[in-house]
């Protein structure tokens, strides 16, 4: 379920877990070694100066981003498909991973050194954004999809100033993708060890020429209506479900047009607001606020927002 925001502040509310097993706290420190080596290689020649931001600035922030993100992988890659991997479910019956437990711990391990004065809060461990700067972790977005050795899951990064996100930092090891964006710097896409690409939402101004992604009908009947789902759906001239990061990166690219989803967490989306924006797209919640932590998120293109909203309507 998503966790409960107002104007000032968002709280994200999971008990905390039992810390990460050793072997795992050594990919910790052997992630971090190879981050700090290697994570200049993601920087787009083109991005330039900074924007004050209190402790640091976009561009500085950014490169911390991408060196936790190298951190990250460093453990989701050396755990996937792991015939021992350790899964238990929590009060709200996801399931969680030792994965997530040492990719968040290992961030905010790496953030504790190198941002002291900034708050974190994480899908696993908890925590309030406040009205400041605000790290917001999603360790493994997808983790179903990790545990049972489906490649489309991704790491999410978010910086939060006063409730807005001005950094956004999605990896997806598996998929050999990783994208990020920065307030005023743009959205940029790597494939592999390739050159980073700027990105950019697509031109279809018509929902009969739009492609849609969703998540599963259950999600809506359950969180938002049969009807608005099957609105969508039928306006447009295609839809899948590719779900998760995945559909909201998807938009950036512009390779899909919507992506709408009637329940998420603010760290689902915190990375995705700022990456969609960046690419020329609008990001808000269902009622059309600019918004991460509304409860539920619809990106698109920017020219079918307004319309995207009105056929979601209850």
């Known amino acids: ?16 877990l039992e810390p990460a097993p050793e072997f795992l706290r ?36 950014l490169d ?10 460093s453990i989701t890659t050396a755990r996937f498909r792991a015939r021992d991997l350790g899964v238990d ?3 709200d019956r996801t399931p969680v991973t030792d994965a997530d437990l040492a990719v968040e711990d290992a961030v905010r391990e790496v953030l504790a050194e190198h941002r002291p004065g900034d708050v974190v809060a994480g899908e696993e461990r908890g925590g309030t954004t406040g009205d400041g700067r605000a790290w917001v972790l999603d360790p493994i977005d997808g983790t179903k999809n990790f545990l049972r050795g489906v490649p489309a899951w991704a790491t999410l990064i978010a910086l939060v100033d006063h409730q807005r996100p001005v950094v956004g930092m999605i990896s997806a090891p598996a998929l050999g993708k990783r994208w990020w ?11 592999g060890r390739g050159e980073p690409e ?46 998760d990061f995945w559909h909201h990166c998807l938009v950036a690219e512009g390779v899909i047009d919507i992506a709408a989803e009637p329940i998420v967490n603010p760290w689902d989306v915190a ?9 020329g797209g609008r990001f808000t919640d269902l009622s059309g606020v600019a918004r991460y932590d509304g409860g539920n998120a619809l990106s698109t293109n920017g020219h079918l927002h307004e319309e995207a909203l009105r056929l979601l309507e209850r």
Not at 1 to 16: D, E, F, Q, V
Not at 64 to 73: I, K, N
Request: charged letters at 25%; glycine letters at 10%.
């Open 198 to 243: 700027r990105i950019s939402v697509s031109g279809v101004r018509d929902t009969a020429d739009a492609y849609v992604s969703t998540t599963h009908l259950g999600t809506w009947v359950e969180h938002h209506s049969r009807e608005s789902y099957l609105r969508l759906i039928d306006a447009c001239w295609e839809n899948r479900a590719f779900g």
């Open 1 to 16: 379920m998503a966790g409960s925001s107002s104007a000032s502040n968002t709280t994200l509310t999971h008990p905390r």
């Open 26 to 61: 050594r990919a910790v420190r052997l992630g971090r070694r190879k981050g700090s080596a290697d994570h200049h290689r993601h920087r787009p020649r083109q991005v330039t100066g900074g924007h004050g931001l209190g402790s640091g600035d976009v561009t500085s922030d």
């Open 181 to 191: 964006a920065a307030a005023g710097e743009g959205a940029w896409c790597r494939t």
């Open 89 to 91: 479910r929590k009060p």
């Open 271 to 279: 990375a995705a607001q700022i990456l969609v924006e960046e690419a």
């Open 64 to 73: 911390l981003a991408q060196q936790l993100a190298d951190v990250a992988d």
